[in-house]
T-cell receptor, first 114, second 116 residues
Framework: DTEVTQTPKHLVMGMTNKKSLKCEQH?????MYWYKQKAKKPPELMFV???????INESVPSRFSPECPNSSLLNLHLHALQPEDSALYLC?????????????FGPGTRLTVL | AQSVAQPEDQVNVAEGNPLTVKCTYS??????LFWYVQYPNRGLQFLLK??????LVKGSYGFEAEFNKSQTSFHLKKPSALVSDSALYFC??????????????FGKGTKLSVIP
């Protein structure tokens, strides 16, 4: 089973709202990722968690705050977003964060910021 | 730094015909190459990867890809296209050395349309 689940599927929020995206995997993977994907563009890496520790932050604005409560869960807390942050947010996981490990993606959360 | 080029924004092929989606890469060390497919409003699905060994890699749904080191290419192929193969295809690479080697670098994507 290579399933990564994400909730919610869709999210509409105002610029003053606080919301969270949730990602879950039960494959025993020790690396988890957040990506942002704009329409008809490739995914862009935001954060990498390796063994529940934040290992990579690709200079993402502080209005995005990741959290890894345990090895199966990954959250992305959102606050004071801008309309240009509207995108598909993808979560992925891999067995390890190594170069050869396959990343498995969830279905994504479609975020609209009004 | 590593990079991936998918030279075709769109590929059209008739159902039942063979299909090829092109990908070339640039990386300083050993390349680790991946293909993903994305259906509308969905996440990316892993198709196949090349790590080492046999240059012809077989993957999901009848897809295969051929690694060519001299041409730095990793083209995706399928002998007989299905209408359900219509989707957006991404090639990706990891490898090299330095701070950016961990990153899965994607090409811009190729939209495949299979015409009935």
């Amino acid at each position: 089973d290579t399933e990564v689940t994400q909730t919610p599927k869709h999210l509409v929020m105002g610029m003053t709202n606080k919301k969270s995206l949730k990602c879950e995997q039960h494959m025993g993977h020790r690396a988890m990722y957040w990506y942002k994907q704009k329409a008809k563009k490739p995914p862009e890496l935001m954060f990498v968690y390796s063994y529940e520790k934040l290992s990579i932050n690709e200079s993402v604005p502080s209005r995005f705050s990741p959290e890894c409560p345990n090895s199966s869960l990954l959250n992305l807390h959102l606050h004071a977003l801008q309309p240009e942050d509207s995108a598909l947010y993808l979560c992925a996981s891999s067995q390890d964060p190594g170069l050869t490990d396959t990343q498995y993606f969830g279905p994504g959360t479609r975020l609209t910021v009004l | 730094a590593q990079s991936v080029a998918q030279p075709e924004d769109q590929v059209n092929v008739a159902e039942g015909n063979p299909l090829t989606v092109k990908c070339t890469y640039s990386v300083s060390g050993n390349p680790y190459l991946f293909w993903y497919v994305q259906y509308p409003n969905r996440g990316l699905q892993f198709l196949l990867k090349y790590i080492t060994g046999d240059n012809l890699v077989k993957g999901s749904y009848g897809f295969e890809a051929e690694f060519n080191k001299s041409q730095t290419s990793f083209h995706l192929k399928k002998p007989s296209a299905l209408v359900s193969d219509s989707a957006l295809y991404f090639c990706a690479v990891r490898g090299g050395s330095g701070a950016g080697s961990y990153q899965l670098t994607f090409g811009k994507g190729t939209k495949l349309s299979v015409i009935p």
